[in-house]
Each structure stands twice: as structure tokens, then as C-alpha cells.
């Protein structure tokens, strides 16, 4: 029985989710991870940002987590919001654009369930490497979705590129394209070098019923870049995770000080972080009318913060989105 639901949740995951469903069990307990987003904190200067996980569990209805990054440092969850069927929303307070590799995982009664994290999803072409690191927030309200996304463009060319805004496109599940209406300024890059940072897109007026399926760099040009999210999610190895030689664990690794989730953010309330899930049944949840105000004014500041950076559409040439497509990874 618990084979069979688990199908289900994957086929449904396939049709909703971002990434690849990953999952893992201790031979009582299965563990399956949908996806997660990132959202910024109300201070813009914060080196922090909230994760949050879409995680489903079957054979238990509680577990605790530790979350991994690059530099082996461990994150515990600062809020868990129960979900139905199973179903929960896990909040890391983590520093800002951390990359992870590894979930912990441990069922209540049961073992550590030990789960790489996804790895950063990338496409290129003889020339140029695009890399997506997810979105960094979702808005939504009556009307519309926006979302923001990550990305970073490096140049293994012989020659200059620009790279732009233009340059990109969201598509959907149906493979609707929507561009940017808000991002960052042109960037010569030069040959052998990527841009300065991670830099933000925003796409605004996205209809409810889309969900982000993939990215194009150059979309309908010769040598285009296409990131498909589904195909492209694929988890991290083992060898990245622990190295060639160590063992599957993270026991070696030291927890970092306990986070809590900071209470000025709309969406979620502070909660010790070793609190069981079934311990937040309690927390006091915003309403849907709340959320949607919170959704609605975090929007409207995203577009007003992200249009100072748009680049006026008009001041840069088709040549730099020529050139461009030429990014390799």
C-alpha cells in the first residue's frame, strides 16, 4: 500500500513540482522531497534568506531535520507547517544564496534518512554556460503570479558578450514563454569569464494556472540554451556529497547555532527549532486573505526594487543578444 501511494505522490509531483522528487527510507519510513523556494526577508540588507521545503512523509507522521550547505555547516529547521495527507512545509533561516548538498532526515522512533540535495541545474552551448539557482521568491495574488529567479552566465568564448534581461525567457508547462519585466543592467562579459554575481529576473502578470517548467537563453535562436527543470533536477552524487572516500553520513559535521525564523516575516511564525512537527499544530496560521495582502504587498515592492535595475529596453541592440547566445557552462 505504502508502494502504491508513493507512485501516486511522484506522478502527482511530476505534474506540480519544479525539480525531480527525491526520497529516501530507512526500510519503515519513506521520505520524499518535492522541491523548495527561497524568500527574502523584509530587510533588504539581510545576509538571510527563508527556505522552504516541500517535503511528504509516509509511514510517520513526524520526523526532524538538519539541512547541509557546501561548507558542511548544519541549519535546523526554524518552523514546520503540517500540510494534508502528509504533507509539510519545513522553514530553514539559512545564509543567503547558500548552496546545499545534503538532507538529514530522521523519522520519529526510526533511523536517519540521508538524501542529496539537488544539484544547481545548467545548460550550454559551444560557447556559453548558463546556471539557474531557483527562485528566490513567489508572489502571488488574485490575479497574477510573480516569480523571481537566479541565474549566473559565464562566457568560454573567444570574444566579449552582453548579457541582458532580454536575453531570457520563462516558459511554462505548456510551453507559453513570459519575459522579464524586471532585472538587472547589461554586462559585457569578457572571454573566460562569468558575470560579476548571481543576478535576479523578475517576471511579472503570470497567469495562476502556470507553473515555471523551463528557461531559455536566446530562446528560438540557432544555438539557444534551454534549462528544463523536470530533466535537469537530478541529484547531487555521492561523491560530490562526501567525497570520494568518506561514508555516507553526516555525523562529522557540527550543527550551526539554532535560527529562528524572524517574526517580521508575513510568512511564518517563530517556533523553536527542535519543536516536533506535530508540536506546530498549535502555531497561529495566517489566513488566506492575509497571506494574499502579505503576497500582494511584497509584490508590489519587488517590482518597485527590481525596476530600478531594468535597463531601458531600447538601449541595447540586437547584437548583444546575438552575441550572447553564445554562453557555454
Given at each position: 500500500?505504502?508502494?502504491?501511494?508513493?507512485?501516486?505522490?511522484?506522478?502527482?509531483?511530476?505534474?506540480?513540482?519544479?525539480?525531480?522528487?527525491?526520497?529516501?527510507?530507512?526500510?519503515?519510513?519513506?521520505?520524499?522531497?518535492?522541491?523548495?523556494?527561497?524568500?527574502?526577508?523584509?530587510?533588504?540588507?539581510?545576509?538571510?534568506?527563508?527556505?522552504?521545503?516541500?517535503?511528504?512523509?509516509?509511514?510517520?507522521?513526524?520526523?526532524?531535520?538538519?539541512?547541509?550547505?557546501?561548507?558542511?555547516?548544519?541549519?535546523?529547521?526554524?518552523?514546520?507547517?503540517?500540510?494534508?495527507?502528509?504533507?509539510?512545509?519545513?522553514?530553514?533561516?539559512?545564509t543567503k544564496?547558500?548552496?546545499?548538498?545534503?538532507?538529514?532526515?530522521?523519522?520519529?522512533?526510526?533511523?536517519?534518512?540521508?538524501?542529496?540535495?539537488?544539484?544547481?541545474?545548467?545548460?550550454?552551448n559551444d560557447?556559453?554556460?548558463?546556471r539557474y539557482?531557483?527562485?528566490?521568491?513567489?508572489?502571488?495574488?488574485?490575479?497574477?503570479?510573480?516569480?523571481?529567479?537566479?541565474?549566473?552566465?559565464?562566457?568560454?568564448?573567444?570574444?566579449?558578450?552582453?548579457?541582458?534581461?532580454?536575453?531570457?525567457?520563462?516558459?511554462?508547462?505548456?510551453?507559453?514563454?513570459?519575459?522579464?519585466?524586471?532585472?538587472?543592467?547589461?554586462?559585457?562579459?569578457?572571454?573566460?569569464?562569468?558575470?560579476?554575481?548571481?543576478?535576479?529576473?523578475?517576471?511579472?502578470?503570470?497567469?495562476?494556472?502556470?507553473?515555471?517548467?523551463?528557461?531559455?537563453?536566446?530562446?528560438?535562436?540557432?544555438?539557444?540554451?534551454?534549462?528544463?527543470?523536470?530533466?535537469?533536477?537530478?541529484?547531487?552524487?555521492?561523491?560530490?556529497?562526501?567525497?570520494?572516500?568518506?561514508?555516507?553520513?553526516?555525523?562529522?559535521?557540527?550543527?550551526?547555532?539554532?535560527?529562528?525564523?524572524?517574526?517580521?516575516?508575513?510568512?511564518?511564525?517563530?517556533?523553536?527549532?527542535?519543536?516536533?512537527?506535530?508540536?506546530?499544530?498549535?502555531?497561529?496560521?495566517?489566513?488566506?486573505?492575509?497571506?494574499?495582502?502579505?503576497?500582494?504587498?511584497?509584490?508590489?515592492?519587488?517590482?518597485?526594487?527590481?525596476?530600478?535595475?531594468?535597463?531601458?529596453?531600447?538601449?541595447?541592440?540586437?547584437?548583444?543578444?546575438?552575441?550572447?547566445?553564445?554562453?557555454?557552462?
Open positions: 500500500m505504502k508502494i502504491i501511494v508513493l507512485a501516486l505522490l511522484l506522478a502527482l509531483a511530476f505534474g506540480t513540482a519544479q525539480a525531480v522528487p527525491l526520497q529516501g527510507t530507512d526500510g519503515n519510513a519513506t521520505v520524499v522531497l518535492f522541491g523548495a523556494t527561497r524568500t527574502p526577508l523584509a530587510d533588504e540588507n539581510s545576509t538571510q534568506e527563508i527556505l522552504k521545503v516541500d517535503v511528504g512523509l509516509i509511514g510517520t507522521e513526524n520526523a526532524t531535520y538538519q539541512l547541509v550547505d557546501a561548507d558542511n555547516n548544519i541549519y535546523l529547521p526554524g518552523l514546520y507547517k503540517p500540510l494534508s495527507s502528509g504533507k509539510q512545509t519545513v522553514y530553514f533561516l539559512t544564496d547558500s548552496l546545499f548538498k545534503l538532507l538529514n532526515v530522521t523519522p520519529e522512533g526510526g533511523k536517519p534518512i540521508y538524501i542529496n540535495w539537488w544539484a544547481t541545474p545548467k545548460g550550454s560557447n556559453l554556460i548558463v539557482y531557483g527562485i528566490t521568491d513567489w508572489l502571488i495574488n488574485p490575479d497574477e503570479q510573480g516569480i523571481v529567479i537566479q541565474v549566473r552566465v559565464q562566457n568560454n568564448g573567444t570574444q566579449k558578450i552582453i548579457v541582458s534581461p532580454e536575453n531570457f525567457t520563462l516558459m511554462d508547462q505548456w510551453g507559453w514563454p513570459y519575459r522579464p519585466t524586471l532585472g538587472f543592467d547589461p554586462e559585457i562579459v569578457e572571454p573566460q569569464e562569468a558575470t560579476t554575481s548571481r543576478v535576479l529576473l523578475g517576471f511579472i502578470g503570470i497567469s495562476l494556472l502556470s507553473r515555471p517548467a523551463a528557461l531559455a537563453y536566446d530562446n528560438g535562436a540557432q544555438n539557444q540554451i534551454i534549462i528544463m527543470f523536470e530533466r535537469d533536477y537530478v541529484p547531487l552524487s555521492d561523491e560530490l556529497v562526501y567525497g570520494a572516500n568518506a561514508t555516507k553520513s553526516a555525523a562529522s559535521v557540527e550543527p550551526a547555532p539554532a535560527a529562528v525564523l524572524p517574526t517580521s516575516n508575513p510568512t511564518a511564525q517563530s517556533v523553536a527549532v527542535q519543536a516536533p512537527a506535530n508540536e506546530t499544530k498549535e502555531i497561529k496560521k495566517l489566513s488566506i486573505k492575509d497571506k494574499l495582502a502579505a503576497s500582494k504587498a511584497r509584490l508590489a515592492a519587488t517590482k518597485e526594487s527590481l525596476d530600478e535595475k531594468t535597463p531601458d529596453t531600447n538601449s541595447t541592440s540586437s547584437s548583444a543578444s546575438n552575441s550572447s547566445s553564445s554562453i557555454s557552462a
